[in-house]
């Protein structure tokens, strides 16, 4: 059993991918298996209708880490953002808002709302980067270690520390709420309006099987402002060619660096022999060997699917059992032969080119996850919806478009079981339309194609045990040095040789990058390969 390559990882998703470029360039011998006929994971795009390219499921980049573009020279491999400038929220009395680029512009919308929310509105953007700026500070870096805490964790600590005293009490107050409130209770300290508070509050609840009154939801919110493009902050994007080509263009450096990337190569096993990675076993029968596995995938995909869970320590297999994923989103994929026209903006263009939030009030947010808690997916749904041909014409033939619709509450646990979703497919797009077409007459008629993905969908097709798109909740108790276990927050495993690189790992889920930088880099830093 001589070991092939100093590391496998499993999983061609845009972490695992990171992950693989940089162990490559630093000169290890490296080998990517993806299950799947095309690389990216969730950050995926596919031609699934003639002349449409989609982005499946992941449909927005933001939160990936700009020193990762750096690093890894993504520019010349194609990495291209194209910036998402407004947020437009239309409402059913045919009113709307619209969030511009333009401050002053904006400024003038909320106040035919709410003269006191158009004023401390600046204030809030300004308080809200602040706070990203400083979990920059936690999310570029491994979590410390709080259970058994070394000397590099206690100086992490003590960083950390001196970074909290220097920001001043009102700094403190501001991240003791994140950490506590509801996304609700939140913004109710700052808006008074519900028609600007209710599109800004649905961060807080994107992946989450929460609503936004529950508790623990605005450092969701804030995990969504953290996004950052060319040094802005809060700054939103396309990627141009669909979110796919952001995986692409990390394999191409990965593969630039010597790293060898298979497709169609799904791995069913882990080889362990005398309680240590061996390497893997395909589903073809095909055993590979190696010195070290970083795995891609879910924790619970990884450590209870993938090994045998009774070879775990008892502590940590519990608290991966307890681990929660509870995935609560769908996706809706349309190939449009027309553009839409919203009744609050007829023939307007502008406010279609970032994204269109449906999301009228607190009280429908709130419904709408009432609805989810009795496993039933909601007839009234959030949409977050964006049609990206407006901005990239290559996603789309001349005067076609691209509408993706991403879709909170679809819970995966039905009250029927998760296993009836095939059976509720259809009901579950044609409410997602239905829904639209309130605000967009006409749509239904313009559809040449359409792609409904259900929690269950992502299980089976891309691997999303649950559908958890975040690889588990971002809750706090799944934050940090708790993820995903108490004490194994730092990518090791009890396995020896089987590191987790996912977004199960610190800091968490969305296109970042950074569990898959800081897992190979925490291996690199080892010596152990």
Known sequence: ????????????????????????????????????????????????????????????????????????????????????????????????????????????????????????????????????????????????????????????????????????SDFLQLHNQLLTMSAVDFLDQWFESDVLKAPMAVSGIIGTYLGVRSPGTAYVLLHHYMGEIDGTFRAWGFSKGGTGAVSLAIAKAARSFGAEIRTEAPVTEFLIKNNRIRGVVLESGEEIYAHHVLSNMDPHRTFLKMIDPKILPPEFKSQIESYKLRGSSGKVNLALDRLPQFISRPHEIEPLRGDIAIAPSIDYLEKAY????????????????????????????????????????????????AHTWPQHRD??????????????????????????????????????????????????EQLLFLRPAAGWAKYRTPIPGLWLCGSGAHPGGGIMGAPGELAAKTLLQSGEI
């Open 370 to 417: 009432d609805e989810a808690k009795y496993g039933h997916y909601s007839k009234r749904p959030y949409l977050n919806v964006v049609i990206p041909s407006l901005s990239d014409p290559s996603v789309a033939p001349p005067g076609k478009h691209v509408m993706s619709i991403f879709v909170q509450y679809a819970p995966y646990h039905l009250k029927e079981g």
């Open 427 to 476: 009901a579950f797009g044609d409410t997602v339309i239905e829904t639209l077409e309130e605000y967009c007459p006409g749509l239904k008629e313009s559809i040449l194609y359409r792609q409904v993905l259900t929690p269950w969908d992502l299980e089976q097709e891309f691997g999303l045990t649950e559908g958890n798109i975040f690889h588990g909740e971002l809750s706090l």
């Open 1 to 168: 059993m001589t070991p092939k390559y100093d590391a496998i990882v499993v999983g061609g998703g845009h972490n695992g991918l990171v992950a693989a470029a940089y162990l490559a360039k630093a000169g290890r011998k490296v080998l990517v298996l993806e299950r799947r006929h095309v690389l990216g994971g969730a950050a995926v795009s596919e031609e699934l209708y003639p002349g449409f390219t989609f982005s499946v499921c992941s449909y927005v980049v933001s939160l990936f880490r700009p020193h990762i573009v750096r690093e890894l020279e993504l520019t010349k491999h194609g990495y291209q953002i194209i910036p998402l400038e407004t947020s437009f929220t239309p409402l059913p009395n045919g009113d709307s808002l619209c969030r511009w680029p333009d401050s002053a512009k904006t400024r003038r919308e909320i106040a035919r709302f709410s003269l006191k929310d158009a004023e401390i509105y600046p204030e809030f953007g300004l308080a809200m980067s602040q706070m990203a700026k400083f979990v920059k500070n936690i999310i570029d870096h491994p979590a410390p270690d709080l259970i058994s805490p070394r000397l590099k964790d206690l100086l992490q600590l003590l960083r950390l520390g001196r970074h909290f005293k220097s920001a001043g």
